[in-house]
């Protein structure tokens, strides 16, 4: 069983950046795709971010691109995801997601609440 915490989130103002982590228990990090989704309140869940197993291919939603940054420490059993540059707009729940593939993500983590204030 894989168990994926996340953390780092909190209160910001807008243009201030925050680095969220997401810690997997119970499997090795290295043979999974990772993804990062948000859903801010009333909205559905989007995809923002996501890394292949090696680390070496990253996706990035537009309206994140160029501001957020996903990566992955494979020692820690651990994937990033730096957001700089915030905005309003990226209020929301933050959630990681891992699984064999990009198309095959079953384990999530429970998620952390980002708030960006104007």
């Known amino acids: 069983q894989v168990q994926l915490v996340e953390s780092g989130g909190g209160l910001v103002q807008a243009g201030d950046s925050l680095r969220l982590s997401c810690t997997a228990s119970g499997r090795t990090f290295s043979i999974y795709a990772m993804a990062w989704f948000r859903q801010a309140l009333g909205k559905e869940r989007d995809r923002i971010a996501r890394i292949n197993l090696s680390g070496g291919s990253t996706y990035y939603a537009d309206s994140v691109k160029g501001r957020f940054t996903i990566s992955r420490d494979g020692a820690k059993n651990t994937v990033y995801l730096q957001m700089d540059s915030l905005k309003p707009e990226d209020t929301a729940v933050y959630y990681c997601?891992?699984?064999?593939?990009?198309?095959?993500?079953?384990?999530w983590g429970k998620g952390t609440l980002v708030t960006v204030s104007s």
């Open positions: 997601a891992a699984g064999p593939s990009i198309a095959s993500m079953p384990y």
